[in-house]
T-cell receptor, first 114, second 112 residues
Framework: DAGVIQSPRHEVTEMGQEVTLRCKPI?????LFWYRQTMMRGLELLIY????????DSGMPEDRFSAKMPNASFSTLKIQPSEPRDSAVYFC????????????FGAGTRLSVL | TQLLEQSPQFLSIQEGENLTVYCNSS?????LQWYRQEPGEGPVLLVT?????EVKKLKRLTFQFGDARKDSSLHITAAQPGDTGLYLC????????????FGTGTRLTVIP
């Protein structure tokens, strides 16, 4: 299995631009999680989906952030417009909705907003 | 939001020394996990503990879940440079829930 695949690995953009992060979960996993990691705030849960349905988006910072999961093998996290304070490493993780809550993480996308 | 506090936040030790990392909360968890994250990668699961008082060993790593299922510890014996990384504890609030609450993290550096 290729594991959770995230793209791009690095993204550098200017303030005000739209940013789209992509994630392909492990095949057969039906839960998907988006996290943001910074030195100051650690690993924060932004939103998670079960069976493509958003369950909890209370961690999404503000309306500039949106996430979609159009099918079981693909999810996007979009920031529009981006701001310098959005600079962080964004992780996607997947797991089985039932059974031990073991999450498998992608390698992350390092976002820098100038 | 369930808060999991880890201590210490940073730890730098010499190769061969022993260390303990703590994960504390005021909340009860149905299970607790420990992950290790290396630079440029995502966290990777080390162990899951489920029963209060449970102790699990993984080579030189010993994990313990508190009797009340509110806290956990990770003890490393004879640390090696390969143990360097960010250690994260994560709790599942209730049985059947698959979202986790991650701790604040402990960044360990083992100096050769």
């Amino acid at each position: 299995d290729a594991g959770v695949i995230q793209s791009p690995r690095h993204e550098v953009t200017e303030m005000g631009q739209e940013v789209t992060l992509r994630c392909k979960p492990i095949s057969g996993h039906n839960s998907l999680f988006w996290y943001r990691q910074t030195m100051m705030r650690g690993l924060e849960l932004l939103i998670y989906f079960n069976n493509n349905v958003p369950i909890d988006d209370s961690g999404m910072p503000e309306d500039r952030f949106s996430a979609k999961m159009p099918n079981a093998s693909f999810s996007t996290l979009k920031i529009q417009p981006s701001e310098p304070r959005d600079s962080a490493v964004y992780f996607c993780a997947s797991s089985l909705a039932h059974g031990p809550p073991i999450q498998y993480f992608g390698a992350g996308t390092r976002l820098s907003v100038l | 939001t369930q808060l999991l506090e880890q201590s210490p936040q940073f730890l730098s030790i010499q190769e061969g020394e022993n260390l303990t990392v703590y994960c504390n909360s005021s909340s009860v968890f149905s299970s607790l996990q420990w992950y290790r994250q290396e630079p440029g990668e995502g966290p990777v699961l080390l162990v899951t503990v489920v029963t209060g008082g449970e102790v699990k060993k993984l080579k030189r790593l010993t994990f313990q879940f508190g009797d009340a299922r509110k806290d956990s510890s990770l003890h490393i014996t004879a640390a090696q440079p390969g143990d360097t990384g960010l250690y994260l504890c994560a709790g599942a609030e209730q049985t059947g829930a698959n979202n986790l609450f991650f701790g604040t993290g402990t960044r360990l550096t083992v100096i050769p």
